[in-house]
């Protein structure tokens, strides 16, 4: 599903970090090695057919890499 976030999001908090992410191997490997953190927070997405909705957002961020494999874990509305 193509989405893309409108405005911040809101309320950001670490689900997990380091050794704690399942994926650090492969993100290693993607993406080059980093402190990777996985990321979780609300906001405002828009989606491919341009609605616009309420979601809890999930995405992994590497230090110096910035938000990388964003993905909507729920909608809130």
């Given at each position: 599903m193509d989405f893309?976030?409108?405005g911040t999001v809101r309320g950001i908090a670490v689900i997990a970090s380091g050794r704690g992410i399942r994926e650090l191997r492969r993100l290693n490997r993607i993406?080059?090695?980093?402190?990777w953190r996985r990321l979780k927070g609300?906001?405002?997405v828009c989606l491919s057919d341009g609605?616009?909705?309420e979601a809890e957002v999930h995405w992994y961020e590497g230090h110096g890499?910035?938000?990388k494999e964003m993905k909507i874990k729920r909608y809130l509305d």
């Open positions: 893309r976030v409108v993406y080059g090695r980093a402190r609300c906001g405002t609605s616009l909705r890499r910035g938000k």
